[in-house]
């Protein structure tokens, strides 16, 4: 496997404070990757930064051998990487399908005359979108809403809406942020398991989350911040036995924290 | 949506049809404004109902076409069509010069940036009396001549209006339900999520602003040829309020909304006059009194109706 996502040194400050004091790690292409970090770690700063939505001060960011260092969010959408947001980011006036076209039609060829004349490439275009986000609704559960508006879903249903809408167009990488803060603890398990699906079918993630039981059971790998240091990196194991990351993700001594994460959990 | 076409082509043509029933100059001068200020509204509809930009230039582009038609006829020698394809084109490229810089802006300032836009046009208009003859203004515009017939009435005239609404309006709708129209409801919806889905905001902004400001342009140069007088008050805010008003009440980002508010609404202050003091009084009562019973206008009103039907079904 070769790295899909390179990041080397990224560093980021607001008025002084390092946000990121030179962060790096990879994702491997087909793996699913966690970060994770207490409150300020820098976690959310990170993949603002790779992913074009805040500009960073240093470092290199680089998407399938190719140089995204502080591209344009658009562009570095269009280079692969799709990106959900912390606080459920979905168009609420449109329908769950129309959401999902919306996501998949930057990436395909058909361009404003191809749908005046309805030209071969633009029927194919759609075509296949179709085929697609009938597959995400499918494995996402919501296939009855497909054609109603997605204001009327609850706040999971529009997270998974959102994580459908990222893998519409084939992204080279998925970056989640939170896909289960606020979600019903039922329905963590459903997003867990669509994730694992997606991942047997080859598609990469990078996943921020708080949830620590959700990122030790899904992730190959996990990148442990801490005050805009990377930590720790390596298995769920290996992370979870780390004690210096028991200290700074929990702020206390590995035995409480052994205790208070039992206690989560 | 299979009758869609055959309905929109009926009652158009049922629409074509008034002066046949009318000989009243002032029934089918009602249905001039009406045909003209629809398409206005229309225009409007698409940089503030569909885009989310709340535009007060659409004045500003109204003035400037009225005046580049004017102008193309009596000072540089041209006819009414030339005139409505230089008031098409320039306002066009006027609203992508003026368009560049302020949709940077956020949307406090955008919506200034386009107000004073407005103002500085209306005040052009009333200070280059060389060119607009200032408050004089420019009377005795002659009526439009097509396949050797000479629009010279109200009953005649409006078919011009009537063949100009259409065709904006055809356009319009188009444009409104392709994938552009859906691009730009996303991004009034969602900036950044669209931005995150490798679509860039700004070039279907400024293409929605300067379509918007081309067609209000065109439609302004109808409306003076129908009034066969343009002058300073011809950039009154009235203009403005009423297009406005269309949208508000119509729906913003319905297309159908609007149009049955601009037809709905340019009729109502008319059929109002059996009162003749009161009749401005009673169209703010009605209109605060719809603003209240459907915020979001008709189509708003409408839509909603139909997704909490949507949602009983789904319990």
């Not at chain 2, 300067?210 to 003076?224: E, Q």
Request: charged content about 15%.
């Amino acid at each position: 496997m070769s790295a899909v996502l390179q990041v080397t040194d990224l560093r980021k400050a607001y008025a002084g404070v390092h946000a990121l004091d030179g962060v790096s790690f990879d994702v491997e292409g087909g793996s699913i990757t966690g970060l994770i970090g207490p409150n300020g770690s820098g976690k959310s700063t990170t993949i603002d930064c790779i992913s074009g939505f805040q500009k960073l001060d240093s470092g290199k960011v680089v998407l399938a051998g190719k140089d995204i260092t502080g591209g344009v969010s658009h562009l570095i959408a269009r280079a692969g990487m799709m990106r959900t947001f912390q606080t459920v980011r979905v168009y609420e006036k449109l329908s769950l399908r129309d959401n999902l076209a919306v996501a998949a039609q930057q990436f395909d060829p058909a361009s404003w005359v191809d749908e005046f004349f309805r030209s071969k490439r633009y029927r194919d275009a759609v075509a296949a979108s179709e085929v697609r986000a009938r597959q995400l609704v499918e494995l996402i559960g919501l296939r009855k809403y497909y054609d109603i508006e997605t204001g009327i879903l609850s706040y999971g249903q529009k997270k998974l809406v959102a994580l459908a809408a990222a893998l519409m167009p084939h992204p080279r990488i998925v970056v989640l942020d939170e896909p289960v803060a606020g979600v019903n603890p039922s329905r963590i398990r459903e997003i867990e398991v669509a994730l694992q699906q997606l991942n047997q079918a080859g598609e990469t993630f990078l996943i921020v989350e708080h949830n620590v039981e959700f990122i030790t059971t899904l992730c190959h790998k996990v990148i442990v911040l801490d005050q805009g240091l990377k930590l720790a990196e390596g298995t769920a194991a290996e992370i979870h036995n780390d004690s210096r990351v028991l200290e700074a993700y929990l702020g206390t001594t590995p035995e409480i924290a052994e205790e208070e994460m039992r206690a989560s959990a | 949506m299979r009758l869609g076409l055959p309905l929109a082509l009926l009652g158009a043509l049922a629409i074509a049809a008034l002066p046949l029933v009318t000989t009243s100059n002032y029934i089918v001068g009602i249905g001039v404004s009406a045909l003209v200020f629809t398409v206005a509204a229309a225009a409007l509809n698409l940089t503030y109902g569909f885009t989310g930009l709340l535009s007060f230039a659409q004045l500003g582009f109204w003035g400037i076409g009225g005046y580049a038609t004017a102008l193309t006829v009596v000072t540089f020698g041209g006819n009414f069509w030339m005139g409505l394809v230089y008031a098409f084109v320039l306002n066009g490229v006027v609203a992508l010069l003026v368009g560049f810089p302020i949709l940077r802006t956020n949307r406090h300032a955008f919506v200034i940036s386009t107000l004073t836009f407005a103002l500085l046009v209306a005040l052009i208009a009333r200070d280059w009396v060389d060119l607009t003859r200032g408050p004089l203004g420019i009377p005795n515009l002659p009526a439009p001549q097509a396949f050797g017939i000479t629009f010279d009435s109200t009953h005649k005239f409006y078919w011009v209006a009537w063949a100009f609404s259409v065709a904006m309006l055809a356009f319009l709708y188009a444009l409104c339900s392709s994938r552009i129209g859906r691009t730009l409801i996303a991004i009034k919806q969602n900036e950044p999520l669209t931005r995150a889905q490798g679509i860039s905001p700004m070039p279907y902004k400024l293409a929605a602003f300067s379509i918007s400001a081309a067609i209000t342009g065109a439609a302004g140069g109808v409306f003076a040829f129908y009034l066969r007088i343009i002058d300073t008050s011809f950039l009154d805010f009235y203009y403005m309020q009423t297009f406005l008003i269309i949208v508000i009440i119509g729906g913003p980002g319905s297309f159908w909304g609007v149009i049955a508010s601009g037809i709905a609404l340019s009729a109502l202050p008319e059929a109002l006059r059996f009162s003749a003091d009161f009749r401005m009084i009673i169209y703010g009562v009605i209109l605060v009194a719809a603003m209240f019973v459907m915020p979001t206008g008709v189509a708003g009103w409408l839509r909603d109706r139909e997704i909490a039907r949507v949602r009983k079904a789904l319990q």
